[in-house]
């Protein structure tokens, strides 16, 4: 989508991929058309990338639209990678859109301590997805990270458990992610990411 959040076109583009456009325009809301998305998207596509809401503009999806953007992935086979930073935020009650790993069996999410919790000054986040994603974000992020500070980590995981009991599984499952790896050898291992059971496939 564009415009969005620089880094999600800028660092597929510098790692050698190729990086297709959704234009949000602003009669439409600054909302993303499924027909329009369903014609860009094609066999070559692995990855569709979301922003909701959507930074700089704050345009919302509703869970309507969601879905039906979601059902494009599988035609495809590709994965959705949904930037979750600003969810919780809504203005109006009960208008808080899934997770996308609550709808899709290859969708990624991900997000941060900084805006729904006012945590910017733990530097901390958090990604949700299937077993094999969050180990290669592990992987990735062994070799990138240079030092988390655990203190850092502790008020991170207090903030994510104390979400609302409706919270989806992206927030509930940070919380046992970073307690059983911390268990073990290697307590630093999974402090920014977290995990959940493979979904159905749909």
């Known amino acids: 989508m564009k415009p969005t959040y620089q880094q999600f076109p800028s660092v597929p583009e510098a790692l050698g991929a ?8 602003e009669e439409d809301g600054y909302l993303p058309g499924v027909d329009e998305l369903r014609v860009s998207v094609d066999d070559r596509t692995r ?3 979301l922003n909701n809401s959507n930074n700089p503009t704050g345009a919302l999806m509703d869970d309507a639209l969601l879905r039906e953007i979601v059902a494009v ?11 979750e930073a600003y969810r919780k935020l809504e203005h109006e009650p009960g208008a808080t859109s899934p997770s996308i790993v609550d709808l899709h069996g ?14 910017a000054g733990l530097r901390t986040g958090w990604v949700a ?11 990735v992020r062994d ?7 655990v203190l850092d980590e502790v008020p991170a995981t207090v ?15 940070c919380a046992a992610t970073w ?9 630093n291992r999974g402090s920014t990411t977290c995990g959940r059971a493979p979904a159905p496939r749909r």
Request: overall charge positive; hydrophobic content about 25%.
């Open 106 to 119: 290859k969708g990624v999410s991900s997000g941060s301590m900084s805006k729904s919790r006012s945590l």
């Open 73 to 83: 992935a599988p035609e495809r086979g590709a994965w959705i990678h949904h930037d």
């Open 18 to 25: 190729t990086v297709k456009y959704l234009h949000l325009r």
């Open 47 to 49: 990855d569709i990338v």
């Open 143 to 149: 070799c990138t990270t240079i030092s988390c500070g």
């Open 159 to 173: 903030a994510s458990s104390a979400s609302t009991p409706s919270s989806s599984a992206a927030s509930r499952s």
């Open 129 to 139: 997805g299937p077993p094999e994603v969050i180990e290669r974000c592990l992987e």
């Open 179 to 187: 307690r059983s790896s911390t268990s073990g050898s290697g307590a």
